[in-house]
């Protein structure tokens, strides 16, 4: 399977901070990314899918300049939390998409707490 | 209606119990469909495709019902190690997106 990394796997911050989450397909070239986001007990939702080079796509319900994804390149994605609030604490996950296959690999997530 | 339903458990059986999970979808143009397993905050991992056939692998067969669609896990001889959630996922008509059930928590007890 594909190998991604999230950096960071975890982090606390306060209220009205930035946060910025990296995701890395360490063996393979992504051009597509998806990002999830998981509340406790509760199922993967999707946020957004983002295509290299291009402007994310996001999910209704899902704020576009809230929830801020960069995919300049092939190997990385980012998504930045902009002004985090307690409400966005939650468990994020990326996911490669691989062109032909619908089978999904996740990153190893990435734990937010917003105090 | 969801679009993914899954039973939420818990499941709680013994080691070497037959256990089995159903799972239905509401997009009849679903064309891909999966069981991920997912640990106590990790990420999901694959565990295996479901295809029109049936298949297995190993201790896990997995079964598809596209009249009714309709899902199903099964596993023989549990092991402690079986214990996680199990996530039903279909894709979201002929697109990539994938929508994830919210999961059936098994428990292996000894």
């Known amino acids: 399977g594909a190998v991604v990394s999230q950096h960071p796997s975890w982090v606390i911050c306060k209220s009205g901070t930035s946060v910025k989450i990296e995701c890395r397909s360490l063996d393979f070239q992504a051009t597509t990314m998806f990002w999830y986001r998981q509340f406790p007990k509760q199922s993967l939702m999707l946020m957004a899918t983002?295509?290299?080079?291009?402007?994310?796509?996001?999910e209704q319900g899902v704020e576009k300049d809230k929830f801020l994804i960069n995919h300049a390149s092939l190997t990385l994605s980012t998504l930045t939390v902009t002004s985090a609030h307690p409400e966005d604490s939650s468990f994020y996950i990326c996911?490669?998409?691989?062109?032909?296959?619908?089978?999904?690999?996740f990153g190893p997530g990435t734990r937010l707490t917003v105090l | 209606r969801k679009e993914v339903e899954q039973d939420p458990g818990p499941f709680n059986v013994p080691e070497g119990a037959t256990v089995a999970f159903n799972c239905t979808y509401s997009?009849?143009?679903?064309?891909?469909f999966f069981w991920y397993r997912q640990d106590c905050r990790k990420e999901p991992k694959l565990l295996m495709s479901v295809y029109s056939s049936g298949n297995e692998d190993g201790r896990f067969t997995a079964q598809l019902n596209r009249a009714s669609q309709y899902i199903s896990l099964l596993i023989r001889d549990s092991k402690l190690s079986d214990s996680a959630t199990y996530l039903c996922?279909?894709?979201?008509?002929?697109?990539?997106?994938?929508?994830f059930g919210s999961g059936t928590r098994l428990l292996v007890r000894p």
């Open positions: 996922v279909v894709n979201r008509g002929s697109s990539y997106k994938l929508i």
């Open positions: 996911s490669p998409g691989l062109a032909g296959d619908h089978e999904q690999f």
């Open positions: 997009n009849s143009a679903s064309q891909s």
């Open positions: 983002s295509n290299e080079g291009s402007k994310a796509t996001y």
